[in-house]
Nanobody, 127 residues
Framework: QVQLVESGGGVVQAGGSLRLSCAAS????????MGWFRQAPGKERDVVAA????????YYADSMKGRFTISRDNAKNTVFLQMTSLNPEDTAVYYC????????????????????WGQGTQVAVSS
């Protein structure tokens, strides 16, 4: 049974930083492309960043470029999201997601691409 467990959320002032982690278990982590999504109240779940199986290919939503960094440690079955220069618009529940794929270098950006989701971690940015 696949489990994804996020951690690292919290309350931070505008301009601050947070590092989210997502620990995976239940299947071979290195065979999964991973993604981070977020959902603010009343809004749809949107992609934040995505990373291929090897970590060699990454994607960022436009508003995250230059501020967020996605990375993974396949030896530790963990994917990370380093977030800097946070602003109140970044306030949301952040979810990690996994998609097992045969493609080493592909990332996936649609909610429907992912079969497994974590429970989410709340990030609140105060002004």
């Amino acid at each position: 049974q696949v489990q994804l467990v996020e951690s690292g959320g919290g309350v931070v002032q505008a301009g601050g930083s947070l590092r989210l982690s997502c620990a995976a278990s239940g299947r071979t982590f290195s065979a999964a492309a991973m993604g981070w999504f977020r959902q603010a109240p009343g809004k749809e779940r949107d992609v934040v960043a995505a990373i291929s199986r090897t970590g060699g290919t990454t994607y960022y939503a436009d508003s995250m470029k230059g501020r967020f960094t996605i990375s993974r440690d396949n030896a530790k079955n963990t994917v990370f999201l380093q977030m800097t220069s946070l602003n109140p618009e970044d306030t949301a529940v952040y979810y990690c997601a996994a998609h097992w794929t045969a493609y080493l270098g592909r990332y996936y950006t649609a909610v429907s691409d992912y079969e497994y989701w974590g429970q989410g971690t709340q990030v609140a940015v105060s002004s």
